[in-house]
């Protein structure tokens, strides 16, 4: 190949396995969330001061699989469908502040006390970016 050629590819061609920028930032953002805290995905969103809580949920859903992906959560404190048990398997070995479900809640699910759970980036958070 000559050279040409190969500056003239687009990086995603060069890396297929590089994650797009704005990725990593949401990915580096769910790390930095202390065990037992957790933040929305419009949280996320805002402290990175780019994007909204869709796309911080659809980076999730494709690359969340790597980091504490339980830590990034729904801003009414529902359980991620289809993930309910493990998640809470973790919220449970983090001390994560819960308000246990009702009777009448389908599932008799738990959620989480948002209050109490929601992390704002403030201590811990150096190289905020």
């Known amino acids: 190949m000559s050279e ?3 500056s003239a590819r687009a990086p995603d061609e060069e890396h297929p396995d590089a994650l797009p920028e704005y990725a990593e ?3 580096d953002v769910a790390e930095r969330i202390p065990p037992g805290r957790v933040m929305t995905y419009g949280d ?3 402290w990175l001061e780019e994007g909204g809580p869709r796309q911080v949920g659809r980076v999730m859903a494709l690359y969340g699989g790597a980091v ?3 830590r990034v959560v729904r801003a009414d404190g529902a359980l991620l469908a289809g993930h309910e048990l493990r ?3 973790h919220y449970r070995a983090e001390s994560t502040p819960l308000k246990e479900a009702s009777r009448a809640a389908q599932g008799h699910l738990p959620r989480l ?3 109490r759970a929601r992390w704002d980036g403030g201590e811990s958070a ?3 970016t």
């Open 4 to 6: 040409e050629s190969f």
């Open 113 to 115: 006390d948002m209050r």
């Open 68 to 70: 504490p992906w339980w």
């Open 44 to 46: 996320v969103a805002e």
């Open 25 to 27: 930032r949401v990915l």
């Open 87 to 89: 998640a809470l398997g």
């Open 126 to 128: 150096q190289g905020h």
